[in-house]
């Protein structure tokens, strides 16, 4: 499955972005799909994971209340929602989904600054 993630910038801290993700697979996107997130110097996490009939949802604490996942299965989209934003999360995002084997986006830049 091909992953092509849009979005993400820079923007002040405080303030909003969302990130986008366009599955282009010939299935149903029966699989979970999510994004983690990487910044210089440390490991990849998993930020906000949507199962994959959009019902079981998990965040990462430091972003809960902050961050939303969607899923738009029609268009077969995962949105990243993040209000609030904190320099710390100032990061690249990557778009996942649970494939066999995993797929991951090329990634996106999110700046924040303080």
């Known amino acids: 499955v091909q992953l092509v993630e849009s979005g993400g910038g820079l923007v002040q801290a405080g303030g909003s972005l969302n990130v986008s993700c366009v599955a282009f697979d010939d299935g149903s996107m029966v699989y979970d799909m999510g994004w983690y997130r990487q910044s210089p110097g440390k490991g990849r996490e998993a930020v906000a994971i949507?199962?994959?009939?959009?019902?079981?949802?998990i965040y990462l604490d430091s972003v809960k209340g902050r961050f939303t996942i969607s899923r738009d299965f029609t268009k077969k989209t995962v949105h990243l929602q993040m209000n609030s934003l904190k320099p710390e999360d100032a990061a690249t995002y990557y778009c996942?989904?649970?494939?066999?084997?995993?797929?991951w986006g090329q990634g996106i830049q999110v700046t924040v600054s303080s």
């Open positions: 996942y989904a649970d494939t066999a084997p995993s797929s």
């Open positions: 949507s199962g994959w009939d959009g019902e079981r949802i």
